[in-house]
Antibody
Framework: EVQLVESGGASVQPGGSLRLSCAAS????????MHWVRQAPGKGLVWVSR????????GYADSVKGRFTISRDNAKNTMSLQMNSLRAEDTAVYYC????????WGQGTLVTVSS | QSALTQPASVSGSPGQSITISCTGT?????????VSWYQQHPGKTPKLMIY???KRPSGVSNRFSGAKSGNTASLTISGLQAEDEADYYC??????????FGTGTKVTVL
């Protein structure tokens, strides 16, 4: 069974940093591109970032470019999102999702940026 | 990276068919056959309903179908059922190797 489990969400002050993790199981992790998607409370889905199989090719939404860094460790079947210079508008549930079809999603982890 | 445009709400009676549009540009929907659709019930995780424009994942009802014409993709739900009441989002691959979601559509079953 495919499982994606996010962790690392917390409440942080503006300008702070946070590192999210996504633990994958039930499939050959290294064979899939992986994504981060976020959803602010009561709002729609927003694509955040994407990483290729080896972690050598990444992409970011303009809103997070230069502040967020996506990475993965295929030996540990995990993906991470390092978030720096956090802003109030980054407040959201962050989901990790598998493949460019986003065919499987985790349950999400809540990030709250507030003073 | 502007969000794809979807109607805010669409409604229909049980048994009817409804169609949700998803309008983008030649930089996303119009240039790639990589449009997917997601269903999200309140408080739940999004579920993939359609991928690559027209393909249905295993386990998704054949009442759901996708299409594309030019810069606009669409999702049709036939034989509307109470359980179909949810939010629906389209998503497309875009230039610069990014992705973009639609604004979301709330489907109400009358």
């Amino acid at each position: 069974e495919v499982q994606l489990v996010e962790s690392g969400g917390a409440s942080v002050q503006p300008g702070g940093s946070l590192r999210l993790s996504c633990a994958a199981s039930g499939f050959t992790f290294r064979s899939y591109w992986m994504h981060w998607v976020r959803q602010a409370p009561g709002k729609g889905l927003v694509w955040v970032s994407r990483i290729n199989y080896e972690g050598t090719n990444t992409g970011y939404a303009d809103s997070v470019k230069g502040r967020f860094t996506i990475s993965r460790d295929n030996a540990k079947n995990t993906m991470s999102l390092q978030m720096n210079s956090l802003r109030a508008e980054d407040t959201a549930v962050y989901y990790c999702a598998r493949a460019d079809n986003l065919d499987y999603w985790g349950q999400g982890t809540l990030v709250t940026v507030s003073s | 990276q502007s969000a794809l445009t979807q109607p805010a709400s669409v409604s229909g009676s049980p048994g009817q068919s409804i169609t949700i549009s998803c309008t983008g540009t030649s930089s996303d929907v119009g240039n790639y056959n990589l449009v997917s659709w997601y269903q999200q019930h309140p408080g739940k995780t999004p579920k993939l309903m359609i991928y690559e424009g027209t393909k249905r994942p295993s386990g998704v009802s054949n009442r759901f179908s996708g299409a594309k014409s030019g810069n606009t993709a669409s999702l049709t739900i036939s034989g509307l059922q109470a359980e179909d009441e949810a939010d629906y989002y389209c998503c497309s691959f875009a230039t610069s190797r990014t992705f973009v979601f639609g604004t979301g559509t709330k489907v109400t079953v009358l």
